[in-house]
Protein backbone atom coordinates (compact mmCIF):
# COMPACT_ATOMS: atom_id res chain seq x y z
CA UNK A 1 0.00 0.00 0.00
CA UNK A 2 1.43 3.40 -0.48
CA UNK A 3 1.76 6.26 1.76
CA UNK A 4 0.35 9.29 1.06
CA UNK A 5 2.82 11.78 -0.38
CA UNK A 6 3.50 13.83 2.78
CA UNK A 7 4.45 11.26 4.69
CA UNK A 8 1.14 11.29 6.53
CA UNK A 9 -0.32 7.96 8.34
CA UNK A 10 -3.73 8.45 6.62
CA UNK A 11 -6.04 10.70 4.70
CA UNK A 12 -6.94 14.39 5.02
CA UNK A 13 -9.74 15.15 7.61
CA UNK A 14 -10.37 18.62 6.21
CA UNK A 15 -9.54 20.14 3.14
CA UNK A 16 -5.74 21.69 3.38
CA UNK A 17 -6.96 25.31 3.95
CA UNK A 18 -3.92 26.55 1.04
CA UNK A 19 -5.82 24.79 -1.47
CA UNK A 20 -8.87 26.90 -0.36
CA UNK A 21 -7.37 30.39 -0.13
CA UNK A 22 -5.44 30.31 -3.49
CA UNK A 23 -8.40 29.11 -4.89
CA UNK A 24 -10.31 31.92 -3.86
CA UNK A 25 -7.98 34.41 -4.74
CA UNK A 26 -7.85 32.86 -8.14
CA UNK A 27 -11.58 33.42 -8.66
CA UNK A 28 -11.93 36.59 -7.10
CA UNK A 29 -9.18 37.97 -9.13
CA UNK A 30 -10.62 36.89 -12.08
CA UNK A 31 -13.69 38.11 -11.13
CA UNK A 32 -12.79 41.38 -10.84
CA UNK A 33 -14.00 41.19 -7.29
CA UNK A 34 -13.12 43.20 -3.91
CA UNK A 35 -13.20 41.15 -0.37
CA UNK A 36 -16.16 43.52 0.10
CA UNK A 37 -18.61 42.86 -2.57
CA UNK A 38 -17.53 39.00 -3.02
CA UNK A 39 -18.46 38.38 1.04
CA UNK A 40 -21.14 40.45 0.62
CA UNK A 41 -22.35 38.95 -2.40
CA UNK A 42 -22.11 35.30 -0.86
CA UNK A 43 -23.64 36.65 1.98
CA UNK A 44 -20.78 36.19 4.48
CA UNK A 45 -18.80 38.46 7.09
CA UNK A 46 -15.52 40.57 4.65
CA UNK A 47 -13.44 38.90 8.08
CA UNK A 48 -14.53 35.59 6.96
CA UNK A 49 -13.07 35.99 3.59
CA UNK A 50 -10.60 37.62 4.36
CA UNK A 51 -9.75 34.61 6.93
CA UNK A 52 -10.44 31.93 4.51
CA UNK A 53 -7.88 33.74 1.84
CA UNK A 54 -4.74 33.78 4.11
CA UNK A 55 -5.40 30.22 4.73
CA UNK A 56 -7.31 30.40 8.18
CA UNK A 57 -10.70 29.67 9.27
CA UNK A 58 -12.60 26.74 9.03
CA UNK A 59 -14.93 26.45 6.40
CA UNK A 60 -18.22 24.87 5.66
CA UNK A 61 -19.71 23.39 2.56
CA UNK A 62 -22.10 26.07 3.20
CA UNK A 63 -19.72 29.20 3.56
CA UNK A 64 -17.97 27.73 0.05
CA UNK A 65 -20.84 26.97 -2.14
CA UNK A 66 -22.04 30.40 -1.04
CA UNK A 67 -18.75 31.90 -2.36
CA UNK A 68 -18.98 29.46 -5.78
CA UNK A 69 -22.22 30.60 -6.27
CA UNK A 70 -21.16 34.80 -5.71
CA UNK A 71 -18.13 34.00 -8.31
CA UNK A 72 -20.04 32.09 -11.03
CA UNK A 73 -17.90 28.88 -10.39
CA UNK A 74 -18.97 25.52 -9.60
CA UNK A 75 -17.84 24.17 -5.47
CA UNK A 76 -14.55 21.87 -6.91
CA UNK A 77 -12.87 25.18 -8.31
CA UNK A 78 -12.53 26.35 -4.73
CA UNK A 79 -11.84 22.97 -3.73
CA UNK A 80 -9.77 20.98 -5.68
CA UNK A 81 -6.26 20.41 -5.63
CA UNK A 82 -3.83 19.85 -8.92
CA UNK A 83 -4.45 16.27 -9.77
CA UNK A 84 -1.50 13.61 -11.27
CA UNK A 85 -1.78 12.23 -14.67
CA UNK A 86 -3.78 9.00 -12.80
CA UNK A 87 -5.57 9.45 -9.75
CA UNK A 88 -7.41 6.79 -7.13
CA UNK A 89 -8.94 7.96 -4.67
CA UNK A 90 -9.63 5.32 -1.93
CA UNK A 91 -12.88 4.54 -0.03
CA UNK A 92 -12.79 7.44 2.64
CA UNK A 93 -9.92 9.76 1.51
CA UNK A 94 -10.33 12.88 -0.89
CA UNK A 95 -10.55 16.25 0.00
CA UNK A 96 -13.88 16.37 2.45
CA UNK A 97 -15.65 19.03 3.85
CA UNK A 98 -18.96 18.88 6.14
CA UNK A 99 -21.50 20.25 6.74
CA UNK A 100 -22.43 23.03 9.83
CA UNK A 101 -25.88 22.10 9.58
CA UNK A 102 -26.41 18.34 9.17
CA UNK A 103 -24.31 15.17 9.63
CA UNK A 104 -23.05 15.60 6.16
CA UNK A 105 -19.88 14.97 4.59
CA UNK A 106 -19.07 15.75 0.97
CA UNK A 107 -15.98 14.05 -0.80
CA UNK A 108 -14.98 15.27 -4.24
CA UNK A 109 -13.74 12.84 -6.65
CA UNK A 110 -13.62 14.14 -10.23
CA UNK A 111 -13.78 17.80 -10.98
CA UNK A 112 -15.42 18.81 -14.14
CA UNK A 113 -12.39 18.79 -16.70
CA UNK A 114 -11.80 21.61 -19.39
CA UNK A 115 -15.08 21.36 -21.92
CA UNK A 116 -16.95 19.32 -20.15
CA UNK A 117 -18.56 20.50 -16.36
CA UNK A 118 -19.61 17.81 -14.42
CA UNK A 119 -18.56 16.79 -11.04
CA UNK A 120 -18.42 13.76 -8.72
CA UNK A 121 -18.92 13.73 -5.42
CA UNK A 122 -19.37 11.12 -2.55
CA UNK A 123 -21.41 11.56 0.11
CA UNK A 124 -22.01 10.11 3.62
CA UNK A 125 -24.99 11.10 5.64
CA UNK A 126 -26.55 10.15 9.13
CA UNK A 127 -30.41 10.57 10.27
CA UNK A 128 -30.85 13.85 12.05
CA UNK A 129 -30.84 16.81 10.55
CA UNK A 130 -31.85 17.43 6.78
CA UNK A 131 -29.04 18.77 4.47
CA UNK A 132 -30.89 22.23 3.27
CA UNK A 133 -29.10 23.18 -0.02
CA UNK A 134 -28.84 26.81 -1.50
CA UNK A 135 -29.41 27.05 -5.19
CA UNK A 136 -26.24 26.28 -7.28
CA UNK A 137 -25.00 28.22 -10.36
CA UNK A 138 -27.89 28.30 -13.09
CA UNK A 139 -28.34 25.49 -15.19
CA UNK A 140 -26.87 22.65 -12.71
CA UNK A 141 -28.41 19.46 -12.74
CA UNK A 142 -27.74 16.64 -9.92
CA UNK A 143 -27.35 13.15 -10.68
CA UNK A 144 -27.36 10.83 -7.62
CA UNK A 145 -27.32 7.00 -7.49
CA UNK A 146 -27.73 5.24 -3.27
CA UNK A 147 -25.16 3.18 -2.98
CA UNK A 148 -26.36 2.48 0.81
CA UNK A 149 -29.19 2.91 2.89
CA UNK A 150 -31.71 5.22 2.32
CA UNK A 151 -32.51 8.98 1.04
CA UNK A 152 -35.14 11.51 0.79
CA UNK A 153 -33.57 14.37 -1.79
CA UNK A 154 -34.97 16.83 -4.07
CA UNK A 155 -36.06 20.15 -4.64
CA UNK A 156 -37.52 21.68 -1.88
CA UNK A 157 -41.49 20.34 -2.00
CA UNK A 158 -41.05 17.23 -4.23
CA UNK A 159 -38.28 15.04 -2.39
CA UNK A 160 -38.17 11.59 -3.02
CA UNK A 161 -37.63 8.57 -1.11
CA UNK A 162 -34.78 6.31 -2.36
CA UNK A 163 -33.34 3.49 -1.66
CA UNK A 164 -29.90 1.54 -2.56
CA UNK A 165 -29.43 1.37 -6.37
CA UNK A 166 -31.59 4.18 -6.87
CA UNK A 167 -30.89 6.81 -9.54
CA UNK A 168 -32.42 10.18 -9.28
CA UNK A 169 -32.14 13.64 -11.43
CA UNK A 170 -33.22 17.05 -11.00
CA UNK A 171 -32.20 20.71 -10.69
CA UNK A 172 -29.74 22.23 -8.90
CA UNK A 173 -30.18 26.06 -8.87
CA UNK A 174 -33.21 25.60 -6.87
CA UNK A 175 -33.31 24.95 -3.20
CA UNK A 176 -33.12 21.47 -2.26
CA UNK A 177 -32.44 18.67 0.08
CA UNK A 178 -31.16 15.44 1.38
CA UNK A 179 -31.82 13.42 4.40
CA UNK A 180 -30.38 10.05 5.70
CA UNK A 181 -33.31 8.05 6.60
CA UNK A 182 -31.04 5.11 7.32
CA UNK A 183 -27.94 5.07 9.20
CA UNK A 184 -24.94 4.51 6.83
CA UNK A 185 -26.39 6.35 3.75
CA UNK A 186 -23.72 7.04 1.16
CA UNK A 187 -24.00 8.20 -2.29
CA UNK A 188 -22.52 9.58 -5.02
CA UNK A 189 -23.67 13.37 -6.62
CA UNK A 190 -22.87 13.98 -10.51
CA UNK A 191 -23.90 18.00 -10.20
CA UNK A 192 -23.76 18.50 -14.08
CA UNK A 193 -22.97 22.33 -14.89
CA UNK A 194 -24.70 24.12 -18.08
Known amino acids: MTEPADGRDGPPSRLPLDWIAASLRRER ?10 AK ?28 VALGVPFSALVE ?5 V ?15 ADYAATLLSASPPGARRDIYHLRME ?28 PRGETVELGAGDYMSYRGDVPHAYEA ?14
Open 87 to 101: QVIRAGEGPTVHSER
Open 29 to 38: TRAGLSLSEL
Open 181 to 194: LADGTAFVLVMQHV
Open 81 to 85: PPAPA
Open 127 to 154: PGAVRESDPHIPGTVEHLIVGAGRLAAG
Open 41 to 68: RAGIAKSTLSQLETAGGNPSVETLWALG
